[in-house]
């Protein structure tokens, strides 16, 4: 008997949900809230009735007209093979739309890639100026599917997500947030029970429920609905014990039903053990089939027939016997595309692990020995697995060098991280190298550097270095001095770009001499590395030198994307000019670059054209090229590269400048799929900039989180020192402020150098906190920070003649800053009373800061310096202009959402008391007795200031400001000035 129910149960609820969302209730019902095509996660736990339900899915969906195409990711283990439920999904529809499949891979070559019979064993180089565009493949996939879907409705199903790698999970990401022209529906299946905390699913289904996917969680089913299915699987008298025994074991688990059932019928009780139960199925087949189905398990929960054949050694018609008798059994399952799979993952693993170990290690062999000779198709990571499993670690590890070029050639850098580093656990045995290299070419040596590419094409960029460290610290047998100059130029290239203390000038200069005695290419690979260091430490004749004398080469050796490499390290020799010959070199060269299909040049390029845009306060146009480079990285799957992943950074800190907000927050958000926590905070950087500006709860826990990586990326420490001393403005806590400035000068002092150009921004940041302190300090406590405040004016100033001598052009952000730093010093000294500046030098130096941040282009900053203008408009009396500049910073302060600064303007009397935050009077509110100018006069007398003391603040004469204290204490009913102070508190006159 079967004991596999024939109709669905106690799931008709969850499958009419699940047709509702996917639109199979009607032609209208497509689409979900925000656009694009219907889409669903389906999770729950292993064997509660996910694949019994996409079953029925699929026949409601064929019934209605539908057409309908699965995809089924593996459990592989190390041996990931990159799109492979998408290779499965194009195979079938290659059988059912050959001539949709044969159109589209006409117009869309890449598509190939994917092709079912293509993803054999292949070498190649591993280099990603080689490798597929995975945006171009992206597109490719999309335009198959909205083609697919032309005459009838398009279902594409992806079972077992849990199992996909990295560059399925991205592409499935693709999909779900665009937009088909036909009716194409997506669902996507997991295990719930799978998804530990860091699992990488988990948080990539956060992002998908973020593109508004639906979720569906397949809660177990119900002690009823187990009883109808027991009772459909077991049609005889079965006793109400069994009945009971069988609903408390299963736990609404759909599969243990039917096991559980199939023992009970089978052996007359329950079995105890979940293996036992398991395995009761694989006790009544025959030896022979059993011995088939030892053989399947070993490749996994699927087999290909010509596969299996080779590997069995047994005639056609014994397999097909043996086969037979295991489908009728419900052990296997026949595909329609010549494959075999077991009718449950967890079937496959019980019997897997029930194999004896030395069982084990001979079927892998028996599978490695086939897929080496070629006599069944299979993919090279299949053959890698095979092999090391099966204990032929010659083959394991040339398979595995195989696997890791294939990965990168279809733009799958994270898969081709983990079989490079499998090769390099293998090659700790010299005798498997030295083979390797005789057969292939490949030394330990190259080895560690296709490793350390495809580390930092997927993000990993630290590991890279580490990994280069350990091999230069313990070098294996058979590295020579050439070896070792290659890989000491590729850790001084790593060192420069993740700005470590070590000198990378003097490590290329090495790996220079001990390159010389390799070959030409070896020769002008280091020698264009080393061009790229010596333009960073701008020894542009030197540069120049290097550079010109590589590329001569690099054009003798016909190798034109290294040369498109070099041409763009020779364009931007006089980067820090800012001079527009510079920009339209670059220009230049990307054109020649992507003309060349140099794609890390390209990239590159656009990078440093945007940086140059942006160093003259040209943001408008630094923003497209920051884009168009990072849309190039996410195409080539260099997502989390150098200069992709800059671009994207450099990109947030324009549109930070710019105002824009909400689009800075959304890249912040990206912080949750990096691949390591330092480019996530990196991202989480501007995400608590923006929190510091405008307020948001939480902001300082989440500054305090990212200051363990302000020693790994001086970035990181740029952009939060800048939210903490944002944060210590707002709250008048000048000691705050001094501690981060001396922290992160400290720190970057010590990754870059001791006068960075952002020192300049952070001394003038930390000027103005002591200014708003300064309101609200002791005489004794004012004069004390004198020092300070003028060591933090000489710190500017410092760094502006060392950009002086050393030639470099001020951009606009520079020239900014070094008129605000100086305003700054001149606010402190007024507040502060400590020689203080007139009226009018005060009002001259902050229309010089406001001149200057409006070229700029900085929303917030100059919303705060027309705040300043607020206050000294108000204190020389003319009250007018300081409600037209307060309107135009509550206009600003508004569209940023800064609640900062609209509470600062209601300080200032400039928003009605009892205002809300857009400074519009709450209901109730009592009325204001006093003047604005009182007011003022009022705060500083809070504050405990003199009547001399205040006339010299507001610019008025003391017998004016004793009279105005005199009003004040009539108003209120107070008869000195400490009671007037808490009356005005009661009353929510100050704050």
């Not at 209605?64 to 999904?89: I, K, N």
């Not at 199939?262 to 053990?273: F, L, N, Q, R």
Request: net charge negative.
């Amino acid at each position: 008997m079967s004991h596999r129910s024939v109709e669905m149960v106690g799931r008709e609820a969850e499958l009419a949900e699940l047709c509702a969302r996917l639109g199979l209730a009607g032609p209208d019902a497509p689409g979900r809230p925000g656009g694009g095509s219907p889409a669903v996660l389906l999770g729950g736990d292993a064997g509660v009735g996910k694949t019994r339900l996409l079953t029925e899915l699929r026949d409601r969906a064929v019934a209605a007209g539908w057409r309908v195409v699965a995809g089924h990711c593996l459990d592989l283990s190390e041996s990931a093979l990159p799109y492979l439920p998408f290779s499965e999904v194009l195979g079938r529809l290659s059988a059912a739309l050959p001539e949709v499949v044969e159109a589209t891979t006409a117009d869309r070559p890449v598509l190939r890639r994917l092709q079912p019979g293509r993803r054999v064993r292949a070498g190649g180089d591993t280099g990603v100026e080689g490798a597929l565009e995975r945006g171009d493949l992206y597109e490719a996939v999309h335009v198959l599917l909205d083609r697919a879907s032309a005459d009838r409705p398009l279902l594409v199903v992806v079972e077992d997500a849990h199992w996909a790698d990295q560059s399925t999970r991205d592409l499935l990401g693709f999909l779900f947030a665009r937009s088909f022209e036909g009716r194409v529906a997506l669902v996507v299946s997991y295990r719930v029970d799978d998804l530990h905390r860091r699992h990488p699913l988990r948080r990539q289904v956060a992002e998908w429920s973020r593109l508004r996917v639906e979720r569906m969680l397949l809660e177990p089913l119900d002690a009823v609905a187990v009883r109808r299915l027991v009772h459909a699987l077991h049609p005889d008298p079965i006793t109400d014990s069994d009945v009971d025994d069988i609903v408390a074991r299963a736990e609404g688990n759909a599969f243990f039903v039917e096991e559980l059932v199939g023992a009970t019928w089978a052996t007359g009780g329950v079995p105890s053990d979940l293996a036992d139960l398991l395995l009761v199925r694989l006790d009544g087949l025959d030896d022979a089939t059993q011995e088939v189905v030892r053989t399947a398990a070993v490749a996994g929960r699927r087999v290909g027939h010509d596969l299996l054949a080779a590997v069995s050694g047994l005639d056609e018609r014994a397999l097909e016997e043996s086969l037979r008798t295991a489908v009728e059994r419900h052990v296997l399952e026949a595909g329609r595309d010549g494959t075999y799979s077991f009718r449950h993952a967890l079937l496959a693993e019980a019997v897997y692990d029930d194999l004896l170990p030395g069982e084990r290690v001979r079927r892998h062999a028996a599978y490695a020995r086939v897929l080496g000779a070629g006599l069944a198709p299979g993919s090279s990571a299949e053959l890698a697995r095979h092999a090391r499993l099966g204990q032929d670690l010659a083959t394991a590890l040339r398979a595995s060098v195989e696997a890791g070029a294939a990965a990168m050639q279809v733009g799958g850098p994270d898969e081709a991280v983990q079989h490079y580093l499998l090769a390099l656990e293998l090659a700790a045995d010299p005798g498997l190298v030295a083979g390797l290299e005789a057969e292939v070419g490949v030394g330990h040596a190259d080895l560690v550097l296709r490793a350390c590419d495809a580390l930092t094409s997927a993000g990993h960029a630290q590991r890279a270095q580490a990994l280069l460290r350990s091999t230069l610290a313990d070098l294996p047998p058979g590295i020579d001095d050439v070896d070792r100059g290659r890989l000491l130029s590729q850790l001084a290239l790593a060192v420069g770009q993740l700005e470590e203390a070590d000198d990378e000038l003097a490590m290329i200069r090495e790996a220079v001499d001990l390159v010389a005695a390799g070959s030409e290419a070896q020769q002008v690979r280091t020698h264009a590395i080393f061009a790229r260091i010596l333009v960073e430490h701008r020894l542009e004749e030197e540069a120049r030198e290097v550079g010109s004398a590589a590329l001569a080469m690099t054009q003798r050796l016909d190798l034109p994307r290294l040369s498109a490499d070099i041409l763009t390290t020779l364009a931007g020799l006089q980067q820090h000019h800012l001079g527009d010959d510079v920009v339209e070199s670059m220009r230049e060269v990307i054109s020649q670059a992507r003309a060349s299909g140099a794609v890390k040049a390209e990239m590159r390029g656009h990078y440093t054209l945007g940086r140059i845009h942006q160093d003259r306060g040209e943001l408008e146009e630094a923003i497209p090229l920051f884009d168009a480079g990072l849309a190039l990285g996410r195409r080539v799957g260099l997502r989390w590269a150098p200069y992709s992943f800059d671009a994207l950074v450099m990109a947030s800190g324009a549109r930070f400048v710019l105002g824009r907000w909400e689009e800075v927050l959304a890249a912040a958000r990206q912080s949750r799929q990096a691949p390591s926590p330092v480019l996530a905070a990196t991202l989480d950087a501007w995400g608590a900039a923006v929190g510091a500006a405008r307020g948001t709860e939480g902001t300082a826990e989440r500054l305090a989180r990212l200051r363990e990586f302000w020693g790994q990326d001086g970035l990181v420490a740029l952009h939060a020192a800048g939210a903490e001393l944002e944060l210590a403005g707002q709250a008048g806590d000048a000691e705050a402020a001094l501690a981060t400035y001396a922290r992160v000068v400290d720190q970057l002092g010590r990754l870059w150098r001791e006068l960075f150009q952002g020192r300049l921004r952070l001394a003038a940041q930390v000027l103005g906190v002591l200014g708003t302190a300064a309101a609200r300090q002791s005489s004794a406590e004012r004069a004390a920070h004198r020092e300070t405040a003028d060591r933090l004016l000489d710190d500017g100033r410092r760094v502006l003649d060392y950009l002086h001598d050393e030639g470099l052009a001020y951009g606009q952000e520079t020239r900014a800053w070094a008129v605000r730093l100086e305003a700054e010093h001149l606010r402190w000294r007024w507040l502060a009373q400590v020689d203080p500046p007139g009226c009018a030098e005060m009002l001259e130096a902050w229309r010089r800061a406001e001149e200057q941040l409006a070229a700029y282009g900085h929303v917030h900053e100059l919303a705060r310096v027309r705040l300043r203008f607020v206050q000294l408009h108000r204190q020389e009396g003319d009250l007018e202009r300081a409600r037209e500049v307060a309107a135009q910073v509550r206009e600003a302060a508004e569209q940023l959402g800064a609640r900062p600064l609209l509470d600062e303007l209601l300080t200032l009397g400039e928003v009605p008391q009892g205002a809300g935050a857009a400074g519009r009077p709450e209901p109730g509110a009592a009325p204001d007795p006093l003047t604005p100018r009182e007011r003022e006069i009022l705060a500083l007398v809070a504050e405990g200031r003199s009547n001399g003391e205040i006339g010299k603040q507001l610019f008025i004469a003391t017998k004016t400001a004793s009279v105005h204290v005199s009003n004040i204490l009539g108003k209120l009913g107070a008869s000195s000035r400490t009671e007037a102070a808490a009356v005005a508190r009661r009353r929510g006159l100050l704050p």
